[in-house]
């Protein structure tokens, strides 16, 4: 995966030397699109790898993400919230813009979502224009800007819009901040696999691990650092040596950085570069892809997964009892949900289903058939 080739290019260039044991990696790569993480070792080769030529062996064990936490959705969001704070002046000029996919509606937002052409540029527009707040060291941004809209009739119609820096910064720290929990919540996941007493060296990777509120939440100085390492672990977390992005070098063009890590990554894992890549989720699933979700029901107000991502296919699990011939059945493919998903949570997805044949007393079971689809009975 292109995490693992950064961490090739990136534990190298860190002087971060391998160890018998192994010495554990987690990448965080905040990307354009997405987030991916991935997490493994990096040991010297035992005796019979040695035996094969091999020098050094990186062992991957598992790897996860976060489709939604990318920098261009979450300038879409930063859009979408700054139309919703200005409905009344788009309502008068007859401005629609358009929807990210994660965001939810609000009530009469089939007056002002399209997916016309004029509803994009409008978008893109404003985007253009919150980019650099997003980008930026600090939250500054005019508390009002005018711009040129495109009305329904495709006329432009000149509109001021009010921007609240404030809750617009607030809603990218939540944002970020539910993806780095994702990522430590599938460190922990890992922890038991991890050489005892080892400290995890975390390697953030993508440019948009140069944000403000990435650089908040990773450190070990900071306010925060505790309190999400507290969440993931409880009172035993391990050891974290966090790496930031690899910077330009203008008196070293030819090392790694935050964009050509995982190309130079590549070429050093290439056949013939004594280095053995072993892939545990890959075996573990007979070279199929994984299941990728949570399955399960509310209890006590918090999702309890039943299934998990994963899981044995064409194994049979109850899921729970139906009522009236009615379950709801509720999934999410966010790692956050090991910890408990509170109801309504925008990365937990419910489907209502009827069993019309169901006798009563009936249970629901599932089994996974597919990385993306589950048999249900």
Known sequence: SEPAAYAAAALTHLQVEPTDAGVPYAVFDFGGGTSDFDFGLLRWANDEEDAQ??????????????????????????????????????????????????????????????????????????????????????PELPAQIKLDF??????????????????????LAQRIRRGV????????????????????????????????????LFDPAGELWPELLHTAFGDAPPAITVHAPLPMNASNPHAPTAKTGVALGLLRVMPGENTLLMNHVHTANDGQAPFAWFIG????????????????????????????QVFNLLCSNSPRARSGL????????????????????ATLYARPTHPHSPELA
């Open 342 to 361: 509170a109801e309504g949570d925008a990365e937990l997805h419910k489907r209502h289903l009827e069993f019309a044949d169901a006798p009563e007393g």
């Open 181 to 216: 929990e994702a990522f430590l919540a599938c460190l922990a996941q890992v922890q038991p696999d991890l050489p005892a007493g080892s400290e995890v060296q975390v390697l953030l990777a993508g440019n948009g691990c140069r944000s403000r509120h990435i650089r908040a």
């Open 53 to 138: 030529g091999y020098e050094r062996v990186f062992e991957h064990l598992d790897s996860s993400g976060d489709n939604y936490l990318g920098g261009e959705n979450l300038l879409e969001h930063l859009v979408y919230e700054s139309f919703c704070q200005n409905l009344e002046v788009l309502r008068k000029h007859r401005i629609q813009f358009v929807r990210p996919m994660d965001a939810q509606p609000f009530a009469g937002s089939e007056a002002f979502l399209a997916h016309t052409q004029a509803a994009q540029t409008n978008t893109v527009m404003l985007a253009a224009r919150l980019r650099s707040f997003m980008e930026g060291d600090k």
């Open 150 to 171: 495109i009305d329904s009739n495709n006329q432009k119609q000149a509109c001021e819009l009010v921007l609240d820096a404030q809750a617009l910064d607030a809603l």
């Open 297 to 324: 029901r509310m209890r006590r107000g918090r999702f309890t997964p039943v299934i998990e991502p994963g899981a044995a296919y064409g194994q049979w699990q109850a899921i729970g009892p139906l009522q009236a």
